[in-house]
């Protein structure tokens, strides 16, 4: 029962693709790779003059043709190659959608991104929104990025929970953890965390506790007036340029 309740209460996925990098003018190569356990995974490969790459891991609703809009001006502002692929379940992309398993969607995303041309000598930098911070989090601590960028985080799914429906035994009835506080200690790579100071899922206050448990070169960046699914709109110029600053440290 408890793994019914995961994709009730964790996972939305949809699989009408409304669009890709094209519709913005933006050069791209669409992308297939399998997992080891036998998953198609969909993707999209956004090439730039740069030797930084951005593994991005999306939040838990819609699918990659929902980031277009902010893809676009990450694309323009960073100048950064941005690879952007759907989980198992999501848009174009076999299977269903788990814990263990996006964990192991993430990996399979990182190896295909080491096994391109050139591949071996890119600054990976992983950048997780929502419950993607997690997956980022989770493939971090065993396979160390250039940076991190970790986008309304959370410590672990129990903690939101009891945030959320401190009424409801609902951290007992949800088998996922995506257990990020427990695994950001042992990440050593330089960390952004942004997060908006007006988020209804996940309190400002849940994002602060994760921080504080990272070591490490870390930066936290407050958004204000930020919701949970305004923060580029709402954090506009200064939003990019934090990303910006960053990357340019990595470089």
């Not at 939305?12 to 399998?34: A, K, R």
């Not at 694309?75 to 379940?89: I, T």
Request: hydrophobic share 40%.
């Amino acid at each position: 029962m408890s793994g019914v309740l995961d994709r009730y209460f964790l996972f939305f996925p949809t699989s009408q693709i409304e669009g890709d990098p094209s519709d913005l003018g933006l050069p791209f190569e669409e992308v297939f790779f399998v997992t080891r356990d036998d998953c198609r995974l969909h993707g999209w490969f956004v090439p730039a003059n740069s030797n930084l790459t951005l593994l991005w891991f999306h939040g838990n609703a819609g699918n990659i043709s929902h980031r277009l809009y902010i893809l676009g001006l990450l694309r323009d502002a960073l100048d950064v190659n941005v690879f952007l692929f759907d989980y198992r379940g999501y848009g174009r992309s076999t299977g269903n959608p788990s814990e263990k398993g996006l964990y192991r969607d993430a990996e399979a995303a990182l190896d295909y991104l080491r096994s391109r041309p050139g591949g071996d000598h890119q600054k990976i930098i992983y950048f997780g929104q929502s419950l993607g911070s997690a997956v980022a989090v989770d493939l971090a601590a065993r396979h160390p990025p250039a940076g991190l960028i970790l986008e309304a985080a959370f410590p672990s799914v129990p903690d939101v929970a009891s945030r959320l429906y401190p009424f409801l035994p609902a951290r007992f009835l949800i088998r996922a953890r995506f257990d990020s506080l427990s695994k950001i200690e042992r990440i050593n790579a330089p960390l952004l965390m942004a997060h908006g100071d007006r988020d209804d899922i996940i309190p400002l206050e849940a994002g602060q506790k994760l921080f504080e448990a990272a070591g490490g070169d870390k930066t936290f960046y407050v958004i204000r007036s930020a919701g949970h699914n305004d923060t580029f709109e709402v954090g506009g110029r200064d939003y990019l340029h934090q990303f910006r600053l960053f990357l340019q440290r990595l470089e």
